[in-house]
């Protein structure tokens, strides 16, 4: 499986929060291959299940595996004067917009530029302020008759991003955060493909993260896993950021604990991590994740839920960077987590019986 070239594929995608259908129809082309059963729920999220071994009629337990497939994103509010208003959809910092490339999805693609009053003609005391969200605009070059024709209020406008391969297995593009982490779900199927493990996968790439967690939410009550793992990024080590804040990149996963993480689920990671030599870190999240796993933690009567989180510099930018190998490495090591789960492991955890299909 070549890593790379997957996550260019999922990079470059459109999919801002609610409107994922172009990256969720690439990534069903992937999960069909490798797994038993694909289908889409009514919240728009993705689901892949691998059946565990044998597959007979018995109930068998379930693990779930979720990493979001949405993207931050902007979206027209207002036509003025040939310019383009715009709102965000997720979290932005404001300082990285302007004089970003960005693609209006209006009656047909418009690449356009975020714009602002130049610092030249701003009074002195506002030169150093940052620009505020209000003013600033997407210029496409179209006069005030076309840009009516070609966009419509409500239309998105995704950042451009073009994914580049740096130097030692290093990447950079837009939305990692977290198509790495749907990448780390193919590539554990894709090493599960070779394996035998007794209880079934859901690998879900969830929808709605960024505004909310909605769809880590609906699919785990949907599924009603016995446990789940969730991917997501963490903030790589730069610099001007401490150590308590970052993990380091090509360093492995962090497999994080805390109050959202069950503590088993943490020591059963840690110990697979070691067991097979894979690298890894550890993350303490004292408080909410901010993640699926925050979600899914909380469903239903409770799950228990391990989260795993890949390093990655420059968060909600167009040059987000990861390592090639701490995804492929948090694929790996949640297939090798999934091979030696079992009965006991249920017991330990405080599982009731396994429920009938």
Not at 73 to 85: H, N
Not at 189 to 198: G, P, Y
Not at 226 to 231: E, G, K, T, W
């Amino acid at each position: 499986m070549q890593t790379a070239p997957l996550l260019k594929e999922l990079s470059e995608a459109p999919g801002i929060s609610g409107y994922e259908e172009q990256i969720q129809s690439i990534v069903q082309g992937h999960f069909q291959h490798l797994a038993d059963e694909v289908r889409v729920d009514k919240m728009g999220n993705l689901i892949g299940l691998k059946h565990g071994q044998p597959r007979d009629d018995a109930p068998r337990r379930s693990i779930m595996l979720a990493a979001h497939m949405d993207e931050i994103g902007l979206m027209v509010t207002k036509l003025e004067k040939g310019f383009v208003r715009f709102a965000t959809v997720g979290g932005f910092d404001v300082r990285t917009l302007p004089g970003q490339e960005v693609v209006v999805h209006g009656r047909t693609p418009l690449p356009g530029i975020i714009g602002s009053r130049p610092p030249h003609v701003l009074p002195p005391e506002e030169r150093k302020k940052v620009t505020p969200l209000d003013h600033l605009f997407v210029d496409v070059g179209l006069s005030q008759n076309e840009l009516a024709h070609s966009v419509r209020i409500g239309d998105l406008i995704t950042l451009r991003g073009e994914f580049t391969e740096l130097r030692d297995g290093y990447v950079s593009g837009k939305a990692f955060d977290d198509r790495a982490g749907v990448v780390s779900l193919i590539h554990c199927l894709h090493t599960l493909a070779s394996m035998q493990h007794e209880w079934d996968v859901f690998a879900v790439a969830t929808v709605q993260e960024e505004v909310g967690l909605r769809g880590a939410i609906t699919s785990a009550y949907g599924i009603a896993p016995d446990i789940a793992i969730a991917v997501d990024v963490s903030f790589g080590k730069t610099p001007d950021l401490s150590e308590a804040e970052t993990v380091e990149t090509n360093k492995g996963p962090a497999i994080n604990l805390g109050p959202n993480i069950h503590p088993l689920m943490h020591l059963r990671l840690v110990n697979t991590a070691e067991g097979y030599e894979i690298p890894y870190q550890t993350e303490p999240i004292p408080g909410r994740s901010g993640t699926d796993a925050w979600a899914i933690q909380v469903t239903r009567q409770g799950i228990p839920t391990a989260l795993l989180s890949i390093p990655l510099r420059y968060m909600h930018t167009p040059v987000e960077i990861v390592s090639v190998r701490d995804v492929e490495r948090t694929g790996r090591l949640m297939a090798m987590f999934i091979a030696g789960l079992d009965e006991p492991f249920a017991t330990e955890l405080g599982l009731g019986p396994v429920a009938k299909p």
